[in-house]
């Protein structure tokens, strides 16, 4: 049996595993009063556990739904890479050759889709700012605020 539904980043493992278990319980009584089967919590557990495990093999659920909760993930046999953080490191901006003007955009969303802007700026050699602009984009994918801050 197959469950479809929009898998979203955000969504927590304690969040997830409720609905599943709930979506299990549900299917497991339908199918004890329309065909006999006998319903069984051991069946619930194994059908939520194997559906997690689909998760994991599809790389949909990573560690950042489990939060707080990766050593439960590692008793599941979920193992995660845990990200090292780079560190910072400097930017600046470079001037484009004599007479010419350089054009920098960036958009960016909280989520996506989630709150988004965009901005843009173009300078001449000198450092000279021509022309500067920044909006707010409402909810916007952040594909999308990229392409609207050119």
């Not at 595993?17 to 329309?34: D, G």
């Not at 707080?68 to 599941?76: E, F, I, K, S, Y």
């Not at 901006?93 to 989520?111: I, Q, V, Y």
Request: glycine content about 8%; charged content about 15%.
């Amino acid at each position: 049996m197959v469950i479809f539904y929009p898998f979203h980043s955000d969504l927590d493992i304690r969040t997830l595993i409720p609905f599943l278990i709930l979506w299990f319980t549900w299917t497991r009584r339908n199918a004890a009063k329309y065909r006999g089967v006998p319903f069984s919590t051991d069946g619930i557990i194994l059908e939520v556990q194997c559906h997690l495990r689909t998760l994991y093999a599809a790389r949909t659920l990573t560690s950042t739904q489990w939060k707080g909760d990766l050593h439960q993930a590692a008793v599941m046999g979920f193992i995660f890479r845990q990200q090292v953080p780079q560190a910072p490191s400097i930017m600046r901006w470079h001037a484009p050759s004599p007479s010419w003007f350089k054009f920098n955009t960036d958009g960016s969303s909280l989520g996506n889709p989630g709150l988004a802007g965009a901005a843009g700026i173009i300078r001449d050699s000198a450092g000279y700012v021509h022309l500067a602009y920044q909006f707010a984009l409402g909810t916007r994918t952040s594909v999308l605020a990229e392409l609207t801050a050119v």
